[in-house]
């Protein structure tokens, strides 16, 4: 250990590697990462200008208190489900039904998954999606990680009914939320889940979310996710599949956030005819600033990426979409496609849609659209004509422009949840 780690910084990472029981590698992978971070560059996000934010607090370990208490109420969900529940760093609810137990399936807290199952974790644990030195903000996130989930699928196995997480994130203490899921499908099985991130109260506070969904050969993954975290949040969020041969991920992204936010949303498909669909929505709104580099690199020979993003702006926002697809030289027959449309319904807002292809190779298909607009004046005529007011009439448009991703999702209850936080975003009732 060098002088480069401050003491107190360092015992506070050692004392919590040693509360969590970390395995070796771990704890050295962390603290490497911990004297490593501050030397690395930022990841790139062209048009955001997000390096003066305050994203890497490093209190990972505050005291809970009566708010704990109260996270009882997020204790819900299906009987039929598999479901975790964390608050804060805290693990408060672990449900999976004796069936998938009996098949083998893991979904369980990521520091029990290191002690339990020692060798997947190790094995896929940022080795193959998202490597930690990328980065500053992968390093650090790796250095001050507190909380997780580890989920395996085993060989074959079709789990029917969808795996739920809902991750709260408590902001009534000072503690970064440094969140991590590793999800590894592995071959011919299949799996839907659903993920959903909240803020409770209103401390300032820092978040790095780092996803890795690795699909093995045949594997198919349909993931969904809803992301409202606070006003007070500076956050970064990369969700990253790594993908084998003919598997595939279903994206479906809901970025309902209030702070600002930068995400890397990416697809690696590594194997001959893996298939990607990203599908994302945001909604930007008072002062906030987002911005979304999506990603597709096809390396495999008649891969298939495909990009979908639609955003609104509201208020003074600026939202940001950077669609990247990158077909790699050897990817004969690969197809990657793009879509990035944002709705302004502001003089003020800033919106960005930047298409970027980048083809190595011959014999592939590739294409791009993008646009920053207002809302159709026809169909608002045609809306108005009708009888409906202007509120409603714009609110129906915003909702149908919206309307792919959220149809994706495969919870029904979390697409009216979805559909509710639009709303909401869009009378400012939470702002």
Request: proline residues 3%; contains cysteine; negative net charge.
């Amino acid at each position: 250990m060098t002088d480069k780690i401050e003491s107190d910084i360092q015992s506070q990472l050692e004392q919590f590697s040693a509360f969590r029981e970390e395995p070796s590698w771990m704890h050295d992978r962390r603290m490497e990462m911990a004297e490593l971070y501050q030397e690395l560059p930022f990841p790139t996000v062209e048009k955001v200008n997000f390096h003066r934010w305050p994203m890497m607090d490093q209190v990972i370990d505050a005291t809970y208190g009566e708010e704990l208490v109260n996270s009882q109420q997020y204790q819900y969900g299906h009987a039929d489900n598999g479901k975790i529940v964390q608050y804060g760093k805290e693990t408060i609810m672990e449900q999976l039904p004796q069936e998938l137990i009996d098949q083998g399936v893991i979904f369980t807290d990521l520091f029990t998954a290191m002690n339990d199952y020692p060798e997947l974790v190790e094995e896929h644990f940022m080795n193959q999606a998202v490597q930690s030195d990328e980065n500053n903000l992968t390093a650090y996130h790796t250095a001050f990680l507190n909380s997780g989930v580890f989920i395996y699928i085993p060989k074959n196995v079709e789990v029917k009914q969808p795996l739920e997480a809902l991750f709260i994130q408590n902001s009534h203490v000072k503690e970064a939320l440094n969140k991590h899921v590793l999800f590894v499908a592995d071959t011919n099985s299949s799996v839907s889940y659903v993920e959903k991130l909240e803020t409770e109260g209103s401390e300032k506070n820092s978040a790095a979310i780092i996803v890795e969904v690795i699909t093995k050969p045949g594997a198919k993954v349909k993931f969904s996710a809803v992301d409202h975290l606070g006003e007070q949040t500076h956050a970064y969020i990369n969700r990253r599949g790594y993908l084998d041969r003919d598997s595939s991920i279903d994206w479906a992204i809901g970025v309902m956030n209030n702070g600002n936010v930068i995400c890397d949303f990416d697809s690696d498909l590594m194997g001959e005819g893996s298939h990607s669909e990203i599908k994302a929505v945001a909604v930007s709104t008072g002062r906030q600033v987002q911005g979304l580099d999506t990603r597709v690199t096809n390396y495999g020979k008649h891969s298939v990426g495909h990009i979908l993003q639609h955003g609104v702006i509201l208020d003074r926002a600026t939202l940001t979409f950077n669609g990247i697809g990158h077909i790699i030289k050897g990817a004969k027959g690969a197809d990657a496609q793009q879509e990035s449309r944002i709705l302004m319904l502001s003089d003020f807002a800033r919106g960005d849609a930047n298409p970027i292809l980048l083809i190595e190779e011959n014999e592939v298909t590739a294409g791009h659209a993008a646009s920053v607009g207002r809302v159709d004046p026809e169909q608002m005529f045609y809306l108005l004509s009708r009888g409906i007011e202007q509120e409603d009439a714009e609110r129906l448009v915003i909702r149908g422009f919206l309307g792919t991703v959220i149809a994706a999702i495969p919870v029904k209850e979390i697409r009216d949840e979805l559909i509710d936080m639009i709303d909401k975003k869009l009378t400012r009732d939470d702002q």
